[in-house]
């Protein structure tokens, strides 16, 4: 398979991008003009092969991109082995690239200050894993390492409340998955999920703080069940326990750290062949937490929809 692409980027703004000469009116605002504005045009190329041979299933790409003045190759190649009907070894290798956003580049307020010299941030992933499927029970467990050169993010340093953006140091990660999902074929429950990941990041910085590249979800546990609650009305719960690595800053410039949290979501939806009626409660029990910063969460969020198929 071989393909091609192409992309814009565009923006308008009064704080992102560069000078316009002339102003650019800002649609429902009175005397309010952009005066700032940003494009990117981003042509790529790809090629993928896939070979069946006997057990094995092999797949190869490569894709070239070119944003601006920089040119990027990435790869990826996977493969996957049928032990048995029921089990699935497979592994895959890649890289990506993701280039500094508008806001790394230009955004300045008094705790902010873009770059404009930053380079793109480069990844190398690769997984290995184990999948088996039978009747009503599915389960995979996974392990990954990722290394992340030249990574993009903002940083502080301790004591400091001012964030600037930059290519930090290399950063390491290596984690886990695993899943269990069982069907019911009978009574009142539907099915049940369940999933577990874990992640550790390695980095050199000492004595910086992140925004994002690591200040990471350590655990995250979730336990999904569905059930019906009469005739077309049923039910699904979710609930989740997650622990954040890093640290926020507090009053008077104190490092606190990340505190784990349990949440519990629920939804119950009616369904027919032409209508579907929801509501959905995220964060049943109003729970208090923090996930990134020192920005309160929202509470307890309460969404009802309907859906007509024709």
Same mark, same amino acid.
């Given at each position: ?8 980027? +565009?923006?308008?703004?009064?704080? *992102? ?11 429902? &605002? ?20 896939? &070979? ?9 790409? *490569? ?75 599915s389960s995979s467990i996974y392990a990954f390492y990722r290394r992340g050169l030249r990574m993009i993010d903002w940083t502080r ?19 886990? %998955? ?30 910086? +703080? ?8 350590? +655990? ?24 954040? %690595?890093?640290?926020? *800053? ?44 020192? *920005? ?15």
């Open positions: 398979m071989i393909g091609a692409g192409y992309r814009v980027e +565009h923006i308008y703004s009064t704080v *992102l991008g560069d000078p316009l000469e002339n102003g650019k009116r800002v649609p429902f &605002e009175d005397d309010i003009e952009y005066t700032r504005s940003k494009q990117r045009d981003i042509p790529s190329i790809y090629i993928k092969q896939t &070979e069946v041979i006997g057990k094995w299933r092999l797949n190869a790409g *490569l894709t070239l991109e070119r944003p601006g003045e920089l040119t990027h190759l990435c790869y990826g190649v996977s493969g996957s082995y049928s032990i048995s009907p029921y089990l699935e070894a497979n592994a895959w290798v890649n890289n990506s690239f993701r280039n500094p956003t508008f806001t790394d580049l230009y955004y300045k307020s008094p705790t902010q200050t873009g770059n404009m010299n930053l380079k793109p941030e480069e990844m190398i992933t690769g997984r290995i894993g184990i999948k088996y499927t039978k009747r009503n029970l340093e301790s004591g400091s409340d001012q964030w600037s953006a930059s290519n930090i140091t290399n950063v390491n990660s290596t984690g886990a %998955e695993y899943s269990l999902r069982y069907i019911m074929s009978s009574g009142p429950f539907k099915s049940f999920s369940f999933l577990y990941a874990y992640l550790d990041v390695a980095k050199n910085s000492p004595g910086m +703080h992140s925004l994002y590249a690591t200040d990471f979800l350590r +655990h995250k546990a979730a336990l999904t069940i569905d059930h019906k609650i009469a005739g077309k009305l049923g039910a699904s719960w979710v609930f989740s326990y997650q622990k954040r %690595e890093g640290t926020y *800053l507090g009053e008077d410039n104190t490092e606190i750290p990340y505190k784990g949290f349990m949440l519990a979501d629920l939804k119950i939806s009616w369904n027919s062949k032409r209508y579907n009626i929801s509501m959905d409660v995220t964060n049943l029990f109003d729970k208090e937490y923090l996930y990134i910063g020192n *920005l309160p969460q929202p509470g307890r969020w309460i969404k009802c929809g309907v859906e007509v198929r024709l």
